[in-house]
């Protein structure tokens, strides 16, 4: 629970929770700004592989594939799997805290709200008005 994405002005912040806060302003220095987040996870295990701005994640994922394909290893090069997208901050949240709720996930990606029409209230996530 180190790591945790937070939606802010339509871009996902992601924290390491284990830096302490500025004594100043309160808030602790965010690891990476973007306006998508990817995914990529092994599909067998479900273990999250990386996971932060999409171009980086789908780069990572084809020159892992290649590598692996050009090592024999068919099979676990195409269990490499990439979602990306406005994804909601909890599930986002969820798959990197829970092991293999990324591939729960992935099964439910089609049904999912937009993850950007998703706030943070009180008691926890409810549509924008």
């Excluded at 700004?33 to 273990?47: M, P, Q, R, W």
């Excluded at 676990?76 to 909890?90: C, F, H, R």
């Amino acid at each position: 629970m180190d790591l945790q994405y937070q939606l802010k002005a339509g871009s996902y912040y992601l924290y390491d929770m284990r830096d302490t806060p500025s004594a100043i302003t309160g808030e602790r220095r965010f690891k990476l700004k973007t306006d998508t987040v990817a995914i990529a996870f092994d599909l067998h295990t479900g273990e999250v592989q990386q996971h932060g701005n999409p171009h980086r994640i789908h780069s990572w994922a084809t020159m892992t594939r290649r590598r692996l394909r050009a090592a024999g290893n068919l099979a676990q090069a195409n269990d490499i799997v990439v979602i990306s997208g406005p994804l909601p901050v909890e599930e986002l949240n969820k798959c990197l805290w829970i092991r293999g709720y990324v591939q729960r996930l992935f099964k439910r990606l089609a049904t999912l709200p937009h993850g950007k029409l998703q706030r943070q209230g009180s008691a926890g996530f409810r549509r924008a008005a």
